[in-house]
């Protein structure tokens, strides 16, 4: 399935998206025309989850941040399909990524993407950076998945995770 912001509900859609973000699209990864492909996955003919991923700023360059969600947005698996750092092998390792099954967008709402903070206690507050040294990555990780959530709670369920 493909989507954009501009073809699916236009600039007061992407006011929207930015306002649950806590944080302005900019630069050339996201501007309001980029196109989404959301990957459904099947198990014969059951659909049990989706793929998606977002291309994020990183530090040496661009990040692709994806994301397997079972049918209530809930995160089965995250991984670095692209990323370029001298740490991305720590951010690479199964182990980092295994932080983030389970949660889901409410999770996220509890980490400010402008501030780069996660609130005291939550779920987002115990991830943990395997690589000091990138904790610019680390933070553009965290931020990739909150707009990955946001966009397909958009784009497939209707918005229906909103707070």
Excluded: W
């Excluded at 973000?21 to 492909?37: M, N, Q, S």
């Excluded at 400010?112 to 395997?130: L, R």
């Amino acid at each position: 399935m493909y989507v954009s912001v501009a073809r699916q509900g236009g600039e007061a859609l992407l006011k929207k998206i930015e306002a649950r973000l806590g944080d302005p699209f900019k630069g050339l990864y996201e501007t309001i025309d980029v196109p989404y492909t959301m990957y459904r996955i099947f198990k014969g003919t059951e659909l049990i989850g989706y793929i998606h991923g977002v291309n994020q700023k990183g530090l040496y360059g661009g990040i692709q941040v994806f994301l397997a969600l079972n049918l209530d947005g809930t995160i089965r698996a995250f991984y670095f399909q692209k990323m370029t750092n001298q740490s991305a092998q720590l951010l690479r390792d199964p182990a980092f990524g295994k932080q983030f099954v389970g949660l889901n967008l409410l999770d996220f709402d509890q980490y400010d993407v402008a501030a780069q903070a996660a609130k005291a206690g939550s779920k987002i507050a115990a991830i943990k950076n395997p690589a000091p040294s990138a904790e610019g990555d680390f933070q553009a990780a965290l931020r990739g998945a909150k707009k990955n959530l946001i966009l397909c709670d958009v784009f497939l369920f209707g918005s229906r995770n909103v707070k």
